[in-house]
Protein backbone atom coordinates (compact mmCIF):
# COMPACT_ATOMS: atom_id res chain seq x y z
CA UNK A 1 0.00 0.00 0.00
CA UNK A 2 1.31 3.27 -0.96
CA UNK A 3 0.57 5.85 2.15
CA UNK A 4 -0.30 8.80 -0.62
CA UNK A 5 -3.31 7.06 -1.34
CA UNK A 6 -4.90 7.86 1.86
CA UNK A 7 -4.33 11.31 1.13
CA UNK A 8 -6.18 11.06 -2.15
CA UNK A 9 -9.25 9.61 -0.65
CA UNK A 10 -8.98 11.07 2.52
CA UNK A 11 -12.39 10.26 3.67
CA UNK A 12 -11.50 7.25 4.55
CA UNK A 13 -9.52 7.53 7.71
CA UNK A 14 -10.94 10.73 8.32
CA UNK A 15 -12.22 11.62 12.09
CA UNK A 16 -15.26 13.71 11.71
CA UNK A 17 -16.63 15.73 14.70
CA UNK A 18 -20.24 16.58 14.19
CA UNK A 19 -20.80 20.27 15.84
CA UNK A 20 -24.46 22.21 16.65
CA UNK A 21 -22.96 25.42 15.57
CA UNK A 22 -26.44 26.95 18.19
CA UNK A 23 -24.54 25.27 21.18
CA UNK A 24 -20.60 25.40 20.59
CA UNK A 25 -19.23 28.75 21.54
CA UNK A 26 -20.82 31.57 22.10
CA UNK A 27 -17.90 34.19 21.10
CA UNK A 28 -20.18 37.43 21.75
CA UNK A 29 -22.14 36.86 24.69
CA UNK A 30 -25.47 36.68 23.11
CA UNK A 31 -26.58 32.98 24.79
CA UNK A 32 -25.89 31.55 20.94
CA UNK A 33 -23.41 29.53 19.44
CA UNK A 34 -21.57 31.00 16.62
CA UNK A 35 -19.10 30.27 13.83
CA UNK A 36 -16.47 32.68 15.46
CA UNK A 37 -16.27 30.37 18.28
CA UNK A 38 -16.05 27.46 16.48
CA UNK A 39 -12.68 29.19 14.69
CA UNK A 40 -11.69 29.66 18.30
CA UNK A 41 -11.98 26.05 18.86
CA UNK A 42 -9.83 24.77 16.05
CA UNK A 43 -6.88 24.65 17.41
CA UNK A 44 -8.60 21.83 20.25
CA UNK A 45 -10.27 19.82 17.60
CA UNK A 46 -6.90 19.15 15.82
CA UNK A 47 -5.01 18.17 19.13
CA UNK A 48 -7.79 15.45 19.63
CA UNK A 49 -7.12 14.62 15.95
CA UNK A 50 -10.12 15.44 14.23
CA UNK A 51 -9.77 15.89 10.74
CA UNK A 52 -12.82 16.77 9.56
CA UNK A 53 -15.68 18.58 10.67
CA UNK A 54 -19.33 18.38 9.93
CA UNK A 55 -21.60 21.58 10.66
CA UNK A 56 -25.01 21.23 11.65
CA UNK A 57 -27.19 23.72 9.56
CA UNK A 58 -26.32 27.29 10.39
CA UNK A 59 -28.98 28.86 7.37
CA UNK A 60 -31.18 31.28 7.95
CA UNK A 61 -34.41 29.21 9.87
CA UNK A 62 -37.20 29.47 11.81
CA UNK A 63 -35.87 26.62 13.44
CA UNK A 64 -38.71 24.18 13.93
CA UNK A 65 -36.36 21.51 13.45
CA UNK A 66 -33.12 23.04 14.82
CA UNK A 67 -32.05 24.62 11.62
CA UNK A 68 -33.24 21.61 9.22
CA UNK A 69 -35.73 23.86 8.42
CA UNK A 70 -34.01 26.00 6.18
CA UNK A 71 -35.69 29.28 4.86
CA UNK A 72 -32.11 30.67 3.00
CA UNK A 73 -30.12 27.91 1.63
CA UNK A 74 -27.06 30.27 0.46
CA UNK A 75 -27.68 32.63 3.96
CA UNK A 76 -26.19 32.34 7.32
CA UNK A 77 -28.19 32.96 10.24
CA UNK A 78 -27.09 36.16 11.50
CA UNK A 79 -27.60 34.75 15.19
CA UNK A 80 -24.07 32.68 14.12
CA UNK A 81 -21.72 35.18 12.47
CA UNK A 82 -22.07 35.74 8.61
CA UNK A 83 -20.64 34.68 5.33
CA UNK A 84 -16.93 36.41 6.17
CA UNK A 85 -16.94 34.51 9.52
CA UNK A 86 -17.82 30.96 7.47
CA UNK A 87 -14.87 31.60 5.32
CA UNK A 88 -12.58 32.52 8.31
CA UNK A 89 -13.55 29.11 9.78
CA UNK A 90 -12.47 27.37 6.81
CA UNK A 91 -9.63 29.20 6.68
CA UNK A 92 -8.55 28.44 9.84
CA UNK A 93 -9.42 24.81 9.59
CA UNK A 94 -7.93 23.94 6.24
CA UNK A 95 -4.56 25.87 7.69
CA UNK A 96 -4.43 22.99 10.45
CA UNK A 97 -5.63 20.40 8.48
CA UNK A 98 -9.32 20.05 9.03
CA UNK A 99 -11.65 19.83 6.41
CA UNK A 100 -15.38 20.86 6.84
CA UNK A 101 -18.13 19.31 5.20
CA UNK A 102 -21.51 21.09 5.75
CA UNK A 103 -25.44 20.06 5.68
CA UNK A 104 -27.09 20.15 2.69
CA UNK A 105 -30.68 19.14 2.81
CA UNK A 106 -32.37 18.35 -0.31
CA UNK A 107 -35.86 16.84 0.69
CA UNK A 108 -37.61 19.58 1.90
CA UNK A 109 -37.30 23.73 3.05
CA UNK A 110 -38.75 25.53 5.67
CA UNK A 111 -42.75 26.26 4.78
CA UNK A 112 -40.96 30.02 5.28
CA UNK A 113 -38.78 29.68 2.44
CA UNK A 114 -39.43 32.18 -0.36
CA UNK A 115 -39.99 29.39 -2.89
CA UNK A 116 -42.65 27.79 -0.80
CA UNK A 117 -44.66 30.88 0.02
CA UNK A 118 -45.06 31.32 -3.81
CA UNK A 119 -45.86 28.18 -4.59
CA UNK A 120 -48.75 28.03 -2.03
CA UNK A 121 -50.35 31.53 -3.83
CA UNK A 122 -51.88 29.36 -6.55
CA UNK A 123 -52.01 25.82 -8.68
CA UNK A 124 -50.35 27.87 -10.91
CA UNK A 125 -47.45 29.94 -9.24
CA UNK A 126 -44.08 28.96 -11.52
CA UNK A 127 -42.87 27.63 -8.16
CA UNK A 128 -45.83 25.08 -7.44
CA UNK A 129 -44.34 22.25 -9.02
CA UNK A 130 -41.32 22.90 -6.56
CA UNK A 131 -43.12 20.92 -4.03
CA UNK A 132 -45.30 17.86 -4.00
CA UNK A 133 -48.62 18.56 -4.04
CA UNK A 134 -52.44 16.19 -4.38
CA UNK A 135 -56.30 17.11 -5.00
CA UNK A 136 -57.29 14.07 -3.22
CA UNK A 137 -57.32 13.39 0.32
CA UNK A 138 -54.34 11.49 1.28
CA UNK A 139 -56.50 9.54 4.04
CA UNK A 140 -54.47 8.22 6.72
CA UNK A 141 -51.01 8.79 6.52
CA UNK A 142 -50.04 8.72 10.19
CA UNK A 143 -48.08 5.27 10.13
CA UNK A 144 -45.71 6.76 7.71
CA UNK A 145 -45.13 10.61 9.92
CA UNK A 146 -41.73 11.00 11.23
CA UNK A 147 -42.62 12.76 14.46
CA UNK A 148 -45.85 10.82 15.21
CA UNK A 149 -45.72 13.22 18.71
CA UNK A 150 -46.25 16.17 16.26
CA UNK A 151 -47.76 15.22 12.93
CA UNK A 152 -50.41 13.24 12.44
CA UNK A 153 -49.63 11.85 8.27
CA UNK A 154 -47.48 13.39 5.83
CA UNK A 155 -49.63 15.40 3.87
CA UNK A 156 -51.60 18.82 5.24
CA UNK A 157 -54.08 20.93 3.63
CA UNK A 158 -53.41 24.26 2.11
CA UNK A 159 -56.50 25.85 2.86
CA UNK A 160 -55.55 28.75 0.08
CA UNK A 161 -55.55 26.83 -2.57
CA UNK A 162 -57.25 23.43 -1.58
CA UNK A 163 -54.98 21.00 -1.77
CA UNK A 164 -52.47 18.49 -0.10
CA UNK A 165 -48.71 19.02 0.51
CA UNK A 166 -46.20 16.50 1.00
CA UNK A 167 -44.08 16.82 4.37
CA UNK A 168 -42.00 13.38 5.62
CA UNK A 169 -41.52 15.54 8.75
CA UNK A 170 -42.60 18.71 9.88
CA UNK A 171 -45.53 20.11 8.31
CA UNK A 172 -43.30 23.29 8.73
CA UNK A 173 -41.00 20.97 6.17
CA UNK A 174 -42.64 21.46 2.81
CA UNK A 175 -41.11 18.14 0.24
CA UNK A 176 -38.90 19.45 -2.79
CA UNK A 177 -40.32 17.80 -5.43
CA UNK A 178 -37.08 16.61 -6.43
CA UNK A 179 -38.06 15.29 -9.90
CA UNK A 180 -38.12 18.53 -11.40
CA UNK A 181 -35.21 19.51 -13.23
CA UNK A 182 -35.94 23.17 -11.57
CA UNK A 183 -35.26 22.22 -8.42
CA UNK A 184 -32.78 20.44 -9.47
CA UNK A 185 -31.07 22.88 -10.94
CA UNK A 186 -31.67 24.86 -8.26
CA UNK A 187 -29.74 22.39 -5.60
CA UNK A 188 -26.56 22.25 -8.07
CA UNK A 189 -26.26 25.46 -8.10
CA UNK A 190 -26.24 25.72 -4.12
CA UNK A 191 -23.87 23.11 -3.85
CA UNK A 192 -21.84 25.21 -6.46
CA UNK A 193 -21.87 27.74 -4.52
CA UNK A 194 -20.65 26.21 -0.73
CA UNK A 195 -18.14 24.24 -2.90
CA UNK A 196 -16.58 27.55 -4.03
CA UNK A 197 -16.72 28.62 -0.42
CA UNK A 198 -14.13 26.13 0.29
CA UNK A 199 -16.18 23.57 2.09
CA UNK A 200 -14.96 19.77 1.19
CA UNK A 201 -18.07 18.36 0.93
CA UNK A 202 -21.97 17.63 2.32
CA UNK A 203 -23.59 15.34 4.64
CA UNK A 204 -26.64 15.04 2.62
CA UNK A 205 -29.91 14.33 4.71
CA UNK A 206 -32.56 12.41 4.79
CA UNK A 207 -31.68 10.99 1.21
CA UNK A 208 -34.04 7.98 1.03
CA UNK A 209 -37.14 10.75 1.17
CA UNK A 210 -35.39 12.83 -0.76
CA UNK A 211 -35.55 10.02 -3.85
CA UNK A 212 -39.07 8.53 -3.04
CA UNK A 213 -40.05 7.10 -5.79
CA UNK A 214 -43.50 5.95 -4.12
CA UNK A 215 -44.30 9.16 -3.24
CA UNK A 216 -42.93 11.04 -6.01
CA UNK A 217 -44.04 9.17 -9.27
CA UNK A 218 -47.47 10.31 -10.74
CA UNK A 219 -47.56 13.43 -9.22
CA UNK A 220 -46.21 15.88 -12.03
CA UNK A 221 -45.33 15.34 -15.32
CA UNK A 222 -41.33 15.19 -13.88
CA UNK A 223 -41.61 11.29 -13.08
CA UNK A 224 -38.65 10.12 -12.12
CA UNK A 225 -37.13 7.59 -14.56
CA UNK A 226 -34.99 5.91 -11.95
CA UNK A 227 -34.19 7.55 -8.59
CA UNK A 228 -30.97 6.90 -8.15
CA UNK A 229 -29.54 8.65 -11.34
CA UNK A 230 -30.62 11.82 -9.42
CA UNK A 231 -27.95 10.86 -6.77
CA UNK A 232 -25.37 9.45 -9.84
CA UNK A 233 -26.27 13.20 -11.31
CA UNK A 234 -25.13 14.98 -8.41
CA UNK A 235 -22.27 13.38 -7.47
CA UNK A 236 -21.24 13.88 -11.23
CA UNK A 237 -21.44 17.56 -10.34
CA UNK A 238 -19.80 18.22 -6.93
CA UNK A 239 -17.04 15.76 -8.70
CA UNK A 240 -16.83 18.67 -11.61
CA UNK A 241 -16.67 21.22 -9.24
CA UNK A 242 -14.50 19.95 -6.77
CA UNK A 243 -11.73 18.95 -8.40
CA UNK A 244 -8.41 21.14 -8.15
CA UNK A 245 -9.33 21.24 -4.47
CA UNK A 246 -9.00 17.96 -3.79
CA UNK A 247 -11.79 15.61 -3.48
CA UNK A 248 -15.33 16.90 -1.88
CA UNK A 249 -17.53 14.10 -0.06
CA UNK A 250 -21.28 13.25 0.09
CA UNK A 251 -22.28 11.25 3.20
CA UNK A 252 -25.82 10.32 3.11
CA UNK A 253 -27.83 9.97 5.87
CA UNK A 254 -29.81 6.81 4.78
CA UNK A 255 -31.37 4.91 7.39
CA UNK A 256 -31.80 1.33 5.80
CA UNK A 257 -30.37 -2.27 6.00
CA UNK A 258 -26.70 -3.41 4.23
CA UNK A 259 -28.22 -4.52 1.34
CA UNK A 260 -30.50 -1.49 0.59
CA UNK A 261 -27.86 0.65 1.30
CA UNK A 262 -25.69 -0.65 -2.27
CA UNK A 263 -27.45 0.78 -4.59
CA UNK A 264 -27.02 4.38 -2.79
CA UNK A 265 -23.73 3.86 -3.39
CA UNK A 266 -24.01 3.12 -6.56
CA UNK A 267 -23.40 -0.20 -6.64
CA UNK A 268 -20.11 -1.25 -7.83
CA UNK A 269 -19.76 1.66 -9.86
CA UNK A 270 -19.66 3.83 -6.90
CA UNK A 271 -20.86 6.93 -8.08
CA UNK A 272 -23.55 8.17 -5.71
CA UNK A 273 -23.08 8.62 -1.97
CA UNK A 274 -19.39 8.56 -1.22
CA UNK A 275 -20.13 8.00 2.28
CA UNK A 276 -23.19 6.58 4.14
CA UNK A 277 -23.41 6.36 7.96
CA UNK A 278 -23.63 2.96 9.18
CA UNK A 279 -27.24 2.96 10.84
CA UNK A 280 -27.44 -1.39 10.77
CA UNK A 281 -23.98 -1.69 12.65
CA UNK A 282 -24.63 1.08 14.89
CA UNK A 283 -28.13 -0.51 15.84
CA UNK A 284 -26.50 -4.03 16.37
CA UNK A 285 -23.79 -2.71 18.54
CA UNK A 286 -26.27 -0.96 20.70
CA UNK A 287 -28.39 -4.59 20.87
CA UNK A 288 -24.85 -6.24 21.60
CA UNK A 289 -24.30 -4.03 23.77
CA UNK A 290 -27.14 -4.93 25.54
CA UNK A 291 -26.90 -8.55 25.94
CA UNK A 292 -22.89 -8.45 26.62
CA UNK A 293 -22.68 -10.68 23.73
CA UNK A 294 -20.94 -9.89 20.19
CA UNK A 295 -22.64 -11.99 17.78
CA UNK A 296 -25.31 -9.58 16.55
CA UNK A 297 -22.94 -6.85 16.08
CA UNK A 298 -20.22 -10.07 14.51
CA UNK A 299 -23.72 -10.09 12.13
CA UNK A 300 -23.78 -6.65 11.59
CA UNK A 301 -19.91 -6.49 10.44
CA UNK A 302 -20.64 -9.89 8.21
CA UNK A 303 -23.38 -8.57 6.52
CA UNK A 304 -21.90 -5.37 5.25
CA UNK A 305 -22.31 -5.85 1.50
CA UNK A 306 -18.96 -6.57 -0.55
CA UNK A 307 -17.77 -6.13 -3.61
CA UNK A 308 -17.80 -1.87 -3.30
CA UNK A 309 -15.13 -0.29 -4.48
CA UNK A 310 -12.28 1.29 -2.25
CA UNK A 311 -14.37 4.89 -2.79
CA UNK A 312 -17.20 4.10 -1.25
CA UNK A 313 -16.95 4.28 2.09
CA UNK A 314 -19.08 3.41 5.92
CA UNK A 315 -19.24 5.77 8.19
CA UNK A 316 -19.66 4.33 12.12
CA UNK A 317 -20.70 6.27 14.98
CA UNK A 318 -22.16 5.63 18.35
CA UNK A 319 -24.17 8.69 18.69
CA UNK A 320 -25.60 11.54 16.88
CA UNK A 321 -27.55 14.95 17.43
CA UNK A 322 -31.13 12.78 16.68
CA UNK A 323 -32.45 9.75 18.84
CA UNK A 324 -30.23 6.83 19.32
CA UNK A 325 -33.33 4.91 17.02
CA UNK A 326 -33.73 0.89 17.15
CA UNK A 327 -35.67 0.83 13.69
CA UNK A 328 -33.92 -1.49 12.12
CA UNK A 329 -34.33 -4.29 14.52
CA UNK A 330 -37.38 -6.47 15.31
CA UNK A 331 -39.83 -5.64 18.12
CA UNK A 332 -38.41 -7.73 20.58
CA UNK A 333 -34.93 -6.21 19.77
CA UNK A 334 -35.71 -2.81 20.50
CA UNK A 335 -37.49 -3.52 23.69
CA UNK A 336 -34.04 -5.24 24.57
CA UNK A 337 -32.23 -1.81 23.52
CA UNK A 338 -34.80 0.47 25.33
CA UNK A 339 -35.09 -1.19 27.92
CA UNK A 340 -31.70 -1.50 28.84
CA UNK A 341 -30.75 1.72 28.00
CA UNK A 342 -33.43 4.18 28.40
CA UNK A 343 -35.87 2.47 31.21
CA UNK A 344 -37.66 5.04 31.82
CA UNK A 345 -40.29 6.82 29.87
CA UNK A 346 -38.95 10.21 29.37
CA UNK A 347 -35.41 8.74 27.79
CA UNK A 348 -37.26 7.71 24.25
CA UNK A 349 -38.48 9.60 21.56
CA UNK A 350 -41.34 8.50 19.31
CA UNK A 351 -41.08 5.11 20.57
CA UNK A 352 -38.60 3.92 18.37
CA UNK A 353 -35.44 6.16 20.30
CA UNK A 354 -33.83 7.27 22.60
CA UNK A 355 -32.32 10.58 23.34
CA UNK A 356 -29.67 10.23 25.70
CA UNK A 357 -25.74 10.49 25.20
CA UNK A 358 -23.73 7.36 26.28
CA UNK A 359 -22.83 8.25 29.64
CA UNK A 360 -26.09 8.25 30.83
CA UNK A 361 -26.94 5.18 28.97
CA UNK A 362 -23.90 3.30 30.61
CA UNK A 363 -24.53 4.79 34.27
CA UNK A 364 -21.48 6.88 33.40
CA UNK A 365 -18.80 3.42 33.77
CA UNK A 366 -15.61 4.90 32.54
CA UNK A 367 -14.52 1.08 31.84
CA UNK A 368 -17.46 0.48 29.31
CA UNK A 369 -17.62 4.13 27.86
CA UNK A 370 -13.89 3.69 26.88
CA UNK A 371 -13.98 -0.05 25.22
CA UNK A 372 -17.47 1.56 23.21
CA UNK A 373 -14.93 4.13 21.61
CA UNK A 374 -12.12 1.89 20.90
CA UNK A 375 -14.78 0.21 18.91
CA UNK A 376 -16.34 2.94 17.26
CA UNK A 377 -12.17 3.62 15.98
CA UNK A 378 -11.94 0.33 15.45
CA UNK A 379 -14.85 -0.66 13.02
CA UNK A 380 -13.96 -0.69 9.60
CA UNK A 381 -14.92 2.79 7.88
CA UNK A 382 -14.40 6.35 9.51
CA UNK A 383 -15.41 7.51 13.03
CA UNK A 384 -17.73 9.56 13.10
CA UNK A 385 -18.20 11.39 16.87
CA UNK A 386 -21.01 14.43 18.04
CA UNK A 387 -19.48 17.14 19.76
CA UNK A 388 -19.31 16.68 23.66
CA UNK A 389 -18.23 12.80 23.38
CA UNK A 390 -14.61 13.35 23.55
CA UNK A 391 -15.29 14.51 27.33
CA UNK A 392 -18.12 12.16 28.03
CA UNK A 393 -21.04 15.17 28.14
CA UNK A 394 -24.58 13.78 29.35
CA UNK A 395 -27.90 14.36 28.32
CA UNK A 396 -30.31 16.92 29.83
CA UNK A 397 -33.77 15.49 29.76
CA UNK A 398 -35.13 18.17 31.32
CA UNK A 399 -34.64 19.91 27.51
CA UNK A 400 -38.09 18.53 25.43
CA UNK A 401 -37.81 15.93 22.55
CA UNK A 402 -34.20 15.72 20.70
CA UNK A 403 -32.55 18.95 22.09
CA UNK A 404 -31.99 16.49 25.36
CA UNK A 405 -28.82 15.55 23.86
CA UNK A 406 -28.21 19.63 21.97
CA UNK A 407 -27.10 21.08 24.63
CA UNK A 408 -24.20 23.43 25.32
CA UNK A 409 -20.62 22.31 25.01
CA UNK A 410 -18.90 21.79 28.52
CA UNK A 411 -15.89 23.76 28.37
CA UNK A 412 -15.39 24.67 31.64
CA UNK A 413 -16.51 23.95 35.25
CA UNK A 414 -17.28 27.97 35.48
CA UNK A 415 -19.94 30.32 34.03
CA UNK A 416 -22.82 28.48 31.65
CA UNK A 417 -20.11 26.21 31.49
CA UNK A 418 -17.82 28.27 29.84
CA UNK A 419 -19.91 27.87 26.82
CA UNK A 420 -21.11 32.20 26.83
CA UNK A 421 -20.98 34.93 29.20
CA UNK A 422 -25.05 35.63 28.97
CA UNK A 423 -27.52 35.33 31.62
CA UNK A 424 -27.98 31.46 31.98
CA UNK A 425 -32.25 32.61 31.65
CA UNK A 426 -30.82 33.83 28.17
CA UNK A 427 -28.64 30.85 26.96
CA UNK A 428 -30.23 29.43 24.00
CA UNK A 429 -30.21 25.97 25.83
CA UNK A 430 -30.09 25.23 29.09
CA UNK A 431 -26.58 23.38 30.46
CA UNK A 432 -26.79 19.83 31.74
CA UNK A 433 -26.70 19.12 35.32
CA UNK A 434 -26.53 16.57 37.94
CA UNK A 435 -23.80 13.81 37.49
CA UNK A 436 -22.56 14.39 33.70
CA UNK A 437 -22.94 18.88 34.75
CA UNK A 438 -20.07 21.02 33.79
CA UNK A 439 -18.71 20.72 37.65
CA UNK A 440 -17.44 17.22 36.57
CA UNK A 441 -17.44 17.31 33.10
CA UNK A 442 -15.21 19.79 31.01
CA UNK A 443 -12.66 20.02 28.88
CA UNK A 444 -10.62 22.31 30.77
CA UNK A 445 -10.60 19.76 33.55
CA UNK A 446 -9.79 16.46 30.92
CA UNK A 447 -7.09 17.93 29.06
CA UNK A 448 -5.17 17.92 32.76
CA UNK A 449 -6.51 14.20 33.25
CA UNK A 450 -4.51 11.71 31.63
CA UNK A 451 -7.10 9.06 32.59
CA UNK A 452 -9.81 11.30 30.83
CA UNK A 453 -11.87 10.49 27.97
CA UNK A 454 -10.41 13.57 26.26
CA UNK A 455 -7.15 11.46 26.80
CA UNK A 456 -8.72 7.78 25.78
CA UNK A 457 -10.00 9.90 22.59
CA UNK A 458 -7.09 11.78 21.24
CA UNK A 459 -4.80 8.45 21.62
CA UNK A 460 -7.51 6.11 19.76
CA UNK A 461 -7.90 9.16 17.08
CA UNK A 462 -3.92 8.89 16.45
CA UNK A 463 -3.54 5.24 16.66
CA UNK A 464 -6.23 5.40 14.09
CA UNK A 465 -4.98 8.05 11.81
CA UNK A 466 -1.71 5.81 11.78
CA UNK A 467 -3.50 2.69 10.86
CA UNK A 468 -5.10 3.16 7.68
CA UNK A 469 -6.23 -0.47 7.43
CA UNK A 470 -9.25 -0.05 10.19
CA UNK A 471 -10.72 2.84 7.42
CA UNK A 472 -9.52 0.93 4.29
CA UNK A 473 -9.75 -2.47 5.26
CA UNK A 474 -12.18 -5.86 5.16
CA UNK A 475 -13.03 -6.97 7.48
CA UNK A 476 -13.25 -10.63 8.85
CA UNK A 477 -14.79 -11.47 11.99
CA UNK A 478 -12.79 -14.24 13.63
CA UNK A 479 -14.43 -17.37 15.37
CA UNK A 480 -13.70 -17.37 19.32
CA UNK A 481 -15.65 -19.67 22.09
CA UNK A 482 -16.27 -16.19 24.08
CA UNK A 483 -19.07 -14.72 23.67
CA UNK A 484 -18.91 -11.73 25.17
CA UNK A 485 -15.68 -10.61 22.93
CA UNK A 486 -15.95 -9.97 19.42
CA UNK A 487 -12.42 -10.42 17.67
CA UNK A 488 -11.98 -8.92 14.30
CA UNK A 489 -9.82 -8.43 11.25
CA UNK A 490 -8.96 -5.85 8.86
CA UNK A 491 -6.74 -5.91 5.97
CA UNK A 492 -5.93 -3.68 3.43
CA UNK A 493 -3.56 -5.00 1.17
CA UNK A 494 -0.20 -6.82 3.06
CA UNK A 495 -1.44 -5.01 6.58
CA UNK A 496 -3.61 -6.22 8.55
CA UNK A 497 -4.80 -5.36 12.20
CA UNK A 498 -6.67 -7.65 14.81
CA UNK A 499 -9.05 -6.28 17.49
CA UNK A 500 -10.76 -7.42 20.49
CA UNK A 501 -13.17 -5.76 22.27
CA UNK A 502 -14.86 -7.60 25.65
CA UNK A 503 -18.46 -6.46 25.94
CA UNK A 504 -18.91 -7.93 29.11
CA UNK A 505 -17.56 -6.39 32.69
CA UNK A 506 -15.72 -9.73 33.67
CA UNK A 507 -12.36 -10.32 32.67
CA UNK A 508 -11.41 -13.24 30.60
CA UNK A 509 -9.23 -15.53 28.41
CA UNK A 510 -9.69 -15.63 24.98
CA UNK A 511 -8.36 -18.25 22.80
CA UNK A 512 -8.17 -17.38 18.72
CA UNK A 513 -6.84 -18.81 15.86
CA UNK A 514 -5.25 -16.91 12.48
CA UNK A 515 -5.20 -19.28 10.37
CA UNK A 516 -4.33 -17.47 7.47
CA UNK A 517 -0.18 -16.04 9.09
CA UNK A 518 2.30 -17.71 9.85
CA UNK A 519 3.80 -19.18 13.16
CA UNK A 520 5.73 -17.29 15.26
CA UNK A 521 4.15 -14.26 14.00
CA UNK A 522 4.39 -11.22 16.31
CA UNK A 523 0.96 -9.78 17.13
CA UNK A 524 2.06 -5.91 18.89
CA UNK A 525 -0.14 -4.44 20.55
CA UNK A 526 -0.63 -0.74 19.73
CA UNK A 527 -1.90 0.68 23.26
CA UNK A 528 0.24 -1.72 25.69
CA UNK A 529 3.32 -3.36 26.28
CA UNK A 530 1.45 -6.51 25.94
CA UNK A 531 1.89 -7.93 22.95
CA UNK A 532 1.81 -11.76 21.95
CA UNK A 533 2.78 -14.17 19.18
CA UNK A 534 1.27 -16.85 17.37
CA UNK A 535 2.16 -20.20 18.61
CA UNK A 536 3.32 -23.26 16.28
CA UNK A 537 -1.06 -23.98 15.60
CA UNK A 538 -1.16 -20.49 14.88
CA UNK A 539 -3.12 -19.76 18.04
CA UNK A 540 -2.81 -17.07 20.76
CA UNK A 541 -4.68 -16.62 24.21
CA UNK A 542 -5.39 -13.30 24.35
CA UNK A 543 -6.11 -12.24 28.45
CA UNK A 544 -8.81 -9.43 28.72
CA UNK A 545 -10.02 -6.96 31.26
CA UNK A 546 -13.67 -6.79 31.73
CA UNK A 547 -14.40 -4.21 28.90
CA UNK A 548 -10.58 -4.33 27.86
CA UNK A 549 -9.76 -3.44 24.22
CA UNK A 550 -6.72 -4.54 22.30
CA UNK A 551 -5.75 -3.33 18.95
CA UNK A 552 -2.91 -5.79 17.41
CA UNK A 553 -0.38 -5.24 14.83
CA UNK A 554 0.20 -8.07 12.92
CA UNK A 555 3.78 -6.95 12.29
CA UNK A 556 5.69 -7.70 8.92
CA UNK A 557 9.54 -6.90 8.20
CA UNK A 558 8.88 -5.04 5.34
CA UNK A 559 6.64 -2.65 6.60
CA UNK A 560 8.40 0.65 8.21
CA UNK A 561 6.21 1.74 10.38
CA UNK A 562 6.70 2.56 13.97
CA UNK A 563 5.25 0.06 16.17
C1 LIG B 1 -32.37 14.10 9.69
C2 LIG B 1 -31.74 15.01 10.69
O1 LIG B 1 -30.65 14.34 11.26
C3 LIG B 1 -32.80 15.35 11.70
O2 LIG B 1 -32.26 16.05 12.79
C4 LIG B 1 -33.89 16.13 11.01
O3 LIG B 1 -34.94 16.34 11.91
C5 LIG B 1 -34.43 15.37 9.80
N1 LIG B 1 -33.40 14.80 8.99
C6 LIG B 1 -35.22 16.30 8.90
O4 LIG B 1 -34.35 17.20 8.26
Known amino acids: MRITETADLWYNNAVIYCIDVETYLDSTGSGTGDLHGITQRIDYLAEIGVTCLWLMPFY ?9 DISDMYGVDSRYGDHGDFVELIRVAHDRGVRVIIDLVINHTSDQHPWFKAARRS ?8 YVWRADDPGDTS ?4 FPDEEDGIW ?3 ERTGQWYLHHFLHTQPDLNTANPQVRDEIAKLMGFWLQLGVDGFRVDAVPFAINQRTLVGMDEHEFEEPHDYLRELRGFLQRRASGQGSAIMLG ?10 AFFGGENSDQLTMQFDFFTNQRLFLALARNDAAPLAEALRSRPTGLRIESQYANFLRNHDELTVDLLDEDEQDEVLDAFGPEEDMRFAGRGLRRRLPGMFNGDPRKLKMAYSLLFTLPGTPVMFYGEEIGMGENLDVPGREAVRTPMQWSSGKNAGFSTAKPSQLSRAVTHGPFGPEHVNAAQARRDQSSMLHHITRLAKRYRESPELGWGDVTVIDTEVPQVLVHMTTWENRSMVLL ?8 IVPFALEDLEPGTPLVDLLSEESCELDEDRMTRMPMDGYGYRWLRVANEDDHRLL
Open 143 to 146: DQAM
Open 156 to 158: TLD
Open 60 to 68: PSPRRDNGY
Open 123 to 130: TDNPYRDY
Open 253 to 262: EVNLPHEEQV
Open 501 to 508: HNLGSEPT
